[in-house]
């Protein structure tokens, strides 16, 4: 496995979200606050998503930079957690699965 501070994740493909999400339905249980924090990023990751197109079609420019954050949401948290981590503020349990 790579070293999550020198290395944080550029994009999260579909497959690493996978294996997140089988760590999370696995941890629920010792760790719930973690599992919610990934259901609001994943929640925030798809509406900015799917929010480009209305924003784009009803002309709201001011809605753009929300959508872009939404669509980094997943990569500025795990670049966030590997922060954390590396100071040893916090411990990662997942770190691995997404570098």
């Not at 996978?18 to 760590?23: G, V």
């Not at 009803?58 to 990569?75: D, N, Q, S, T």
Request: with cysteine.
């Amino acid at each position: 496995m790579s070293n999550p501070v020198s290395h944080p994740p550029r994009h999260i493909s579909l497959a690493q979200i996978e294996r997140l999400k089988n760590w999370r339905v696995a941890h629920h249980a010792a760790q719930p606050v973690e599992c919610y924090t990934w259901e609001a990023v994943l929640t925030l990751w798809m509406m900015g998503w799917v929010g480009w197109l209305p924003a784009f079609a009803f002309e709201a420019p001011w809605a753009y930079p929300l959508c872009l954050l939404g669509i980094w949401m997943p990569v500025l948290y795990t670049r966030l957690r590997a922060r954390a981590h590396a100071t040893q503020r916090l411990r990662c349990d997942w770190l691995d699965l997404v570098t």
